[in-house]
């Protein structure tokens, strides 16, 4: 039995694998106003479609649909199979609220109700 494809029978399934993987990924990446689908995600990086995606580096905001899920300080790693591989230098969840520079109670009141004068 033979395992040898032709050059393209395989471009053919590359295709296919990554626009299947391009159509189930919410996470986008996006750089000013652009906006590139994550193919896959992982620990250290991210992988991108390489025909679609430039040699990025620098600042880039990750979002899953709508909700912005981490600011990330990347670099270009590697080309392979048609994705374009990038790595974490940096990557920082953004907060729903501002950083509090002191501790809040357990028991602290959520809000202030003045009493009324009738």
Same mark, same amino acid.
């Given at each position: 039995?033979?395992?040898? $494809? %032709?050059?393209? $029978?395989?471009?053919?399934? =590359?295709?296919?694998?990554?626009?299947?993987?391009?159509?189930?990924?919410?996470?986008?990446?996006?750089?000013?106003? =652009?906006?590139?689908?994550?193919?896959?995600?992982?620990?250290?990086?991210?992988?991108?479609?390489?025909?679609?995606? %430039?040699?990025?580096?620098?600042?880039? *905001?990750?979002? =899953?649909?709508?909700?912005? #899920?981490?600011?990330?300080?990347?670099?270009?790693?590697e080309e392979e199979a048609g994705e374009m591989?990038?790595?974490?230098?940096?990557?920082?969840?953004?907060?729903?609220?501002?950083? #509090? =520079?002191?501790?809040?109670? $357990?028991?602290? %009141?959520?809000?202030?109700?003045?009493?009324?004068? *009738?």
């Amino acid at each position: 039995m033979s395992t040898f $494809v %032709p050059k393209e $029978v395989q471009a053919g399934l =590359d295709h296919a694998r990554l626009q299947a993987m391009k159509s189930e990924s919410r996470l986008r990446i996006f750089v000013g106003t =652009d906006a590139y689908a994550v193919l896959s995600m992982w620990k250290t990086g991210f992988a991108l479609e390489a025909g679609s995606a %430039p040699h990025l580096r620098g600042y880039v *905001d990750l979002y =899953d649909g709508a909700i912005h #899920l981490f600011q990330c300080l990347i670099v270009a790693s590697e080309e392979e199979a048609g994705e374009m591989r990038y790595e974490f230098k940096r990557l920082t969840a953004v907060a729903n609220g501002a950083a #509090l =520079d002191f501790e809040r109670a $357990v028991d602290a %009141p959520v809000a202030l109700l003045e009493a009324s004068i *009738d």
